[in-house]
């Protein structure tokens, strides 16, 4: 029998490993069967429904970087060429054709999608590959020998591997249930319901791209000031020329770096910066204004939310406190969503892989080249916080097809993947 990967969230990521691996059952190649949990349905944090867009924005990466990019397969030897080409059927301009939008995508000068088409892509990629998916939430996750066992409302899935994805809840704020601090999805249901904002003084807690969605959405809304509050000391620009890019869709130079060496390209690329689009928006509104520090806490007061700001100041921590009619916060997705899911048992075994207490640093650099926590069996991939170590295009949309690769490379249970990693000779399966 073929060894089970159940993916969490039918987003990108998990829509690519179970697309190439289709691929390669097509092939007469093994390849693990793919379970796919998803809450909503194939796509929806890029749909209003997610709650972290309202659909209508432009997505941020080129759309050419499907779930195949960047077709350069190392998975079946003698065999690659076949597996891209094959991938290519599944690709962005497929999608167009199958649906009749090419030729209007070209003589457009092939624009950005906005975020629902490309959910609406992602459900096209899932229904062509009748992708396994089970309608859930993983509530717990636990171990049952040497198998994982995801908890639902109604079931309990028993896999060989697990591959966590998504941002976590866009429903989370500094402030719950106030009606003058909203959430992400809360500003998006808003913005999906074309309610307009008004108000003075209005504050986006974040410096990522979540945070300069919501700006490009403000811009259109009844507000006096707009305060972007940010650690960093000004609001970066995104690099995105061909070689920053490459970063993100050619990792092969990416260990060879030093650690600082990563975590400052990953700074000036990826974390905590605008993308010259935004910053252009930015430029020609000057309700704009920004906000060094860290949200410490927030209180309501005389009819206004009153922040707390941490800052470093020449080695001097600074507090300062700042009133805003409004505050959004944006502070953006949350890599470590899931650790509230793992039960007592799953805890001890990847603590019991990276030597030490349960924390974010450690899962980060504990990231092996399958994307999964090193020394961690059965295993756990965790795509989202491989960047310090594989390579910034990992977590996000830049390099799916790479993604696939190194994780449906990987040995799950028992039974070892041979045919998948390196074999000469290939024997249809079914």
């Known amino acids: 029998m073929n060894p089970t990967l159940t993916v969490i969230g039918a987003g990108a990521k998990g829509v690519a490993v179970a697309a190439k691996a289709a691929v390669l059952r097509d092939m007469g190649v093994d390849a693990p069967d793919v379970v796919v949990v998803e809450r909503a349905e194939v796509g929806a944090n890029w ?18 970087k499907d779930v195949g990019f960047p077709y350069r397969s190392a998975l079946v030897r003698r065999r690659n060429a076949e597996l891209d080409e094959r991938m290519t059927r599944y690709s962005w301009q497929s999608y ?3 649906t009749g939008g090419f030729a209007e995508w070209i003589d457009r000068g092939r624009p950005a999608p906005p975020h629902h088409r490309w959910a609406r892509y992602l459900r096209w990629v899932a229904e062509q590959i009748d992708m396994t998916v089970v309608s859930g939430d993983v509530q717990r996750i636990s171990v049952d020998g040497e198998r994982w066992a995801l908890h639902t409302h109604d079931t309990v899935l028993h896999s060989d591997g697990v591959m966590i994805t ?15 601090v909203l959430s992400i999805a809360q500003f998006w249901h808003r913005a999906a319901e074309h309610e307009r904002i008004a108000a003075e003084r209005v504050a986006v807690i974040g410096g990522g791209e979540t945070a300069a969605s919501m700006l490009n959405e403000l811009f259109r809304h009844r507000v006096s000031t707009i305060t972007v509050i940010s650690p960093s000391v000004t609001l970066f ?15 092969t130079g990416w260990t060879g770096l030093t650690p600082a060496e990563r975590r400052d390209a990953m700074a000036r690329t990826d974390r905590g910066v605008f993308s010259a689009r935004v910053q252009d928006a930015l430029l020609a509104d000057d309700r704009i204004r920004h906000l060094r520090g860290r949200v410490a806490h927030a209180v309501p007061r005389d009819g206004r939310i009153r922040l707390t700001l941490n800052s470093d100041r020449g080695g001097e921590r600074l507090e300062t406190v700042h009133g805003f009619d409004l505050v959004i916060d944006g502070s953006g997705a949350d890599a470590l969503w899931f650790l509230p899911l793992l039960g007592q048992d799953a805890r001890d075994l990847i603590e019991l892989g990276l030597g030490g207490p349960l924390a974010g640093d450690a899962l980060c650099e504990s990231i092996g080249y399958d994307l999964a926590v090193s020394n961690v069996s059965p295993k756990l991939f965790l795509p989202g916080l491989s960047g310090l170590t594989q390579g910034p295009g990992f977590p996000n949309l830049s390099c799916l097809g790479l993604l696939s690769d190194r994780v449906l490379g990987a040995e799950l249970g028992a039974a070892p993947q041979r045919s998948v990693r390196s074999s000469d000779e290939h024997q249809p399966v079914r």
Do not use: C, K, V, Y
Not at 47 to 64: K, S, V, Y
Not at 166 to 180: K, M, V
Not at 237 to 251: A, I, W
């Open 47 to 64: 749909d209003a429904m997610g709650g972290w867009t309202d659909g209508q924005h432009r997505l941020g990466t080129n759309p050419e």
């Open 237 to 251: 620009t995104r690099g995105e020329s061909f070689f920053e890019n490459t970063l993100f869709s050619d990792p």
């Open 96 to 98: 167009l054709i199958a």
């Open 166 to 180: 998504g941002p976590g809840q866009a429903e989370r704020s500094i402030l719950p249930g106030h009606p003058r």
